[in-house]
């Protein structure tokens, strides 16, 4: 089971790729939004914001957030690892609901080009 601390990393390095990304990717991650990635096995959040294409964490808390963030993930820490280390597709996973993603309808849409 991935740590807390693995779970921070890897948003970490995925802030850092959609930074380094061109062309669309990097147009669907220029969003400004309140963005909030629930580890269901670790029963924590991190909250933070998507802003100039970066995943800024602000805060991590124990269990789920008071506040719907405008983005919203949750999936297992193990999860989140092994899709930001290429090892599970995004679209597959959450097609099959190993990861749930909930947003605004025209964030969705935006969001797609990620996958």
């Excluded at 693995?6 to 790729?17: G, P, Q, T």
């Excluded at 924590?44 to 963030?69: C, M, N, S, W, Y």
Aim: overall charge negative; proline content about 2%; charged content about 30%.
């Amino acid at each position: 089971m991935a740590t807390i601390e693995e779970c921070r990393s890897a948003l970490d390095k995925l802030s850092d790729n959609m930074v380094g990304a061109d062309g669309k990717v990097r147009e669907a991650a220029a969003l400004d939004r309140s963005l909030s990635c629930r580890i269901t096995d670790l029963d924590v959040t991190f909250v933070g914001r998507l802003t100039d294409g970066r995943i800024h964490v602000l805060d991590t808390l124990q269990g789920p957030p008071q506040e719907k963030a405008q983005i919203r993930l949750a999936m297992s820490g193990d999860d989140l690892v092994a899709m930001v280390d290429g090892e599970l597709n995004f679209a597959k996973a959450w097609g099959s609901g190993r990861v749930r993603l909930e947003a605004a309808l025209l964030d969705l849409f935006r969001l797609r080009k990620l996958l």
